[in-house]
């Protein structure tokens, strides 16, 4: 007894060290593994040099040192075996667990798990307590792995098991670490509601517990999941809190480790000079050169992006020196590769090392004055390769040898960097890592193309945007050593596979099937436009195979840096392709000009002038075919700066676009299933006459809602009555399938600056979806039409239409009619009236009621310009 005692006593002091055991999956907190046991029992006496082994274990896992924590751990598992211990032998198991999901090796990972839980739920005789606490941890891990291998469900049902054991046993601690990765499950499941929830939740309960080094590190992984998910100006805060804890706490390490994570959302914010600041006071602060060579790399980047030289090159030589004295772990073999990264880059920018220059030879030490930056570079990137392979750390090994492929790349010297290139692929296949195995084929498609080899190209290039896809859920939450950014790593993947689909190798006619492909790699960028924009997958349950419509044609204009594609695909599905020879920058240059003058009163000339030449490159060569097809509806899918113009407005040099076809948007055919409207007339329409959050009056809104009540049966919330709670209750109360929001607003590229304005505050895009139902767009009492008459897209914002799109999926309607520009004039009504009369009319689609709406303006002397009926698009389902 009096052992079983002393025992216990042990256990209760190991437990007080594993209160940081549950995993942070979020911003780059390595998974903690079970704290070892100091007691001095008789069991830990029996096997003093097997405790040593673990305890060794744990410090090579701590150091990022994989390879040798699980040489060290499955050393030590025979001896925990033999003496019984059982608890040691799980412990020991789910650490192996940890290792091996660090290194790729999932099959491992698994069994070492499996053979954890089978202990633990069939070995007699142990204290319920003890066993609980163990089994949730071992259960914490388990639901990390089965993340990690994208199977989300899974992991949100073994955490919930998990939490199931922290109540039971008031182990608060672990639970808040517990649900918090519950989130990262729920993010990749679409519960973004209940995961949001969840956050709030646990924002509170933190705020709730006493200062500690503990509430420092939850505080602090809880702002870098909400940095993860987009909640960027939350995760500031929450971070704020945590920073303020940590100097009070006098803990320099706490504190460098907080300052480097409110260094990496500031930057996520584009807040550079205030992430440069955070990171040189995170280098400052940090007793833990592992964290100070973090924000020194990260610190440089930026330093880089903003061309500040003088920091640049003194920070450079300062990391170089400290790169040589640090301990061999990932961390640091990482630290080198991104300092690699940053002389490749200032190499290009400002032409160190020229082209057709090697990078092989001896290193020097850095000089930015000296054209040999890139072999430097080769030379951190070759020691990178060899001590990942000391570690046995085949992710990192692959990281490092295909940046090394891009170093040759960057020299010319191409069959090198294929070598390099084609050895990384093969290794991050291995392992699993499609984050990094993207790189690799998107590197080998560059080579190929320069080669010559524009069919070998295309498969490489196509097998990277195939890892894209597969990887939708987890980019923005991958290794946080690999960043990302979506217009550099991202973006550029399809738009060079369009560019390669639509060459006509010696001016021979495109196939159906490479112009098909194109059009369908323009549809899978605009998905990820939108997943960038949500920083998450809201659209994983719309994706639907593209079919044909038969009353409409698909316009894909495509801007590339030295032509203007344009891609029609007509009824019955025939495929048609023309170039115009003018690039990208005069492109957006015409386009930029007309969005100016169209809201303008005096600018009509010049509207019809540069409406005409854009219609010169995308209508008029497929005048023809589309006269013969005799469509009436054209659906645009439109890239970058084209969505900030409307397609109705278009001037062939006699009429306009609208007076021959009727029009709609849509980020891709596969969004999209056109039905008609079914169900009988009814709108909510709200709206704000009185100036409200800074926005001027709209003092037409009122006549706009009286002329909408006049033409269906309404439900109308105006001013006061206008709150988000009401607007909520009055969707929910009834089925409407018309909501009508006559209320400033303003759609932009970034999810934080897209908004409406109610009453009592803006209503933000992520935010839709609590208004509704249901953001299922198949579901019956899903809204089929939301107009929004009074926004406007952001000013200088050449990406601002996309939060038109952002808006319609969010709030999972079927087809949304969006503002570009806001007038406040009695013309807005008089459309909006036109609009819901012509709708009354069963025969009609949406699409042909908007316009013959326009087309009433148009034919009317007072609202003949564009200015007044074009600034209208329709967006989703036309039908």
């Known amino acids: 007894m ?57 410090k090579f896992y701590e150091a990022s040192r994989f390879a040798d924590a699980v040489g060290m751990w499955q050393q030590a598992l025979p001896a925990f075996k033999a003496s019984g211990d059982v608890l040691r032998q799980a412990m020991t198991l789910g650490n192996l667990s940890l ?41 914490d891990i388990q639901g990390r792995l089965q993340l990690a291998l994208a199977k989300p469900e899974d992991a949100l049902n073994t955490w919930r098991q998990a939490s199931v054991i922290y109540t039971q046993i008031n182990d608060n601690n672990a639970l808040i670490n517990n649900r918090i990765n519950q989130t990262q499950a729920m993010q990749a499941l679409g519960l973004y509601r209940q995961a949001q929830k969840t956050l709030t939740e646990i924002a509170q309960l933190l705020q709730n517990q006493p200062n500690s080094t503990l509430k420092v590190m939850g505080l602090r992984s809880l ?27 006098r803990d320099p390490q706490a504190l460098g480790d907080v300052l480097l994570s409110l260094g990496n959302t500031a930057s996520a914010l584009q807040d550079t000079q205030a992430a440069i600041k955070f990171y040189q006071q995170a280098s400052n602060a940090a007793t833990s050169p592992m964290t100070r060579v973090q924000a020194q790399v990260n610190q440089l980047r930026l330093l880089l992006d903003t061309k500040q030289w003088k920091p640049f090159y003194a920070l450079s030589s300062q990391i170089q020196t400290q790169l040589t004295d640090l301990p061999l772990n990932r961390t640091v073999i990482y630290a080198r590769i991104n300092f690699a990264e940053s002389l490749m880059k200032l190499a290009s920018e ?14 020097t030490s850095f000089s930015p004055s000296y054209p040999s930056v890139l072999r430097t570079s080769a030379q951190l990137l070759s ?49 699993d890592a499609k984050d990094i195995a993207y790189r690799w084929q998107w590197q080998l498609g560059r080579l190929l193309k320069a080669k010559g080899d524009t069919t070998g190209a295309i498969a490489a290039y196509t097998g990277a945007v195939n890892h894209l896809q597969a990887l939708r859920s987890d980019l923005v939450a991958v290794n946080p050593a690999v960043k990302f950014s979506f217009r550099e790593e991202v973006e550029p993947v399809y738009r060079q596979l369009v560019d390669l689909l639509l060459q006509s190798p010696g001016n021979t006619q495109l196939s159906s099937e490479n112009i ?120 645009f899918v439109l890239d970058g700066g084209l969505r900030n113009i409307p397609m109705p407005a278009l001037y062939d040099g006699k009429q306009y676009l609208v007076e021959k076809y009727s029009i709609a948007l849509t980020p891709g055919l596969q969004l999209i299933e056109p039905k008609p409207l079914q169900k009988k007339l009814k709108a909510i329409a709200a709206g704000l006459s009185e100036s409200r959050s800074g926005f001027s009056a709209l003092p037409n809104v009122k006549l706009e809602l009286e002329k909408i009540r006049s033409q269906i049966p309404s439900s ?47 209503i933000f895009v992520k935010e839709f979806n609590t208004l509704v139902r249901t953001i299922e767009q198949n579901r019956p009492e899903a809204i089929e039409l939301l107009i929004l008459s009074a926004c406007q897209t952001a000013a200088g914002d050449k990406r601002a239409a996309l939060g038109i799109a952002g808006v319609a999926f969010q709030a999972g309607a079927r087809s949304t009619i969006a ?61």
């Open 99 to 139: 290792a091996y999901q660090q290194l790729g090796q999932w099959v491992e990972a698994e069994g070492a798990i499996a053979q954890s839980l089978n202990l633990l739920k069939t070995s007699p005789n142990i204290n319920t307590k003890e066993r609980s606490q163990i089994l949730a941890q071992v259960l």
């Open 223 to 249: 702002g870098n999941v909400l940095a993860t998910i987009g909640d960027l100006e939350t995760s500031r805060q929450i971070l704020q809190q945590s920073l303020e804890i940590a100097k009070a706490m």
């Open 2 to 58: 009096a052992r079983k005692k002393f025992r216990l006593r042990i256990i209760k002091r190991l437990f007080n060290l594993l209160l940081l055991l549950a995993m942070f999956l979020g911003g780059g907190l390595l998974p903690p593994t079970f704290a070892h046991i100091k007691a001095a029992n008789s069991i830990v006496q029996s096997v003093p040099n097997t405790q040593n082994l673990a305890e060794q274990g744990r």
């Open 350 to 363: 400002k032409g160190l090392g020229s082209r057709g220059q090697g990078v092989g030879g001896e290193m």
């Open 716 to 762: 109308i919330l105006i001013n006061q009555e206008f709150t988000s709670k009401a607007l909520q209750n009055r969707i929910n109360s009834l089925p409407f399938p018309v909501v009508h929001l006559a209320t400033h607003g303003q759609f932009s590229s970034k999810a934080e600056d897209t908004f409406i304005v109610a009453w009592d505050d803006r």
């Open 383 to 431: 020691t990178a390769v060899q001590q990942a392979k000391s570690l046995q750390d085949q992710r990192t090994e692959s990281y490092a040898l295909g940046t090394l492929g891009k170093v040759y790349e960057q020299t010319q010297q191409l069959s090198d960097a294929q070598n390099l290139t084609q050895q990384a692929l093969l290794i991050a296949q291995a392992v």
């Open 516 to 635: 098909e492909k194109a059009s369908e790699t323009i549809e899978l960028l605009q998905v990820a436009e939108l997943d960038n924009f949500f920083r998450n997958t809201c659209l994983n349950a719309r994706l639907s195979s593209k079919k044909a419509e038969p009353t409409a044609a698909a316009i894909y204009p495509f801007m590339l840096p030295d032509r203007l594609e344009v891609i029609l695909q007509l009824p019955q599905k025939r495929w048609l392709h023309y170039t115009t020879p003018v690039g990208e920058k005069e492109v957006q240059s015409t386009v930029d000009q007309l969005r100016e003058n169209l809201p303008k009163p005096h600018t009509l000339r010049q509207v019809q002038s540069l409406s005409q030449k854009i219609y010169d490159w995308l209508i008029r060569p497929a005048e023809a075919a589309l006269a013969e097809s005799k469509t009436p509806n054209l659906v």
């Open 819 to 879: 503002s570009l520009w806001n007038l406040d004039d009695e013309s807005t009504a008089v459309l909006m009236s036109q609009f819901y009369q012509e709708l009354a009319n069963k025969k009609l689609t949406k699409a042909e009621a908007l316009r013959r709406a326009q087309l009433a303006l148009l034919q009317n002397p007072k609202y003949k310009r564009p200015r007044f009926w074009a600034p209208y698009v329709l967006l989703g389902n036309w039908l």
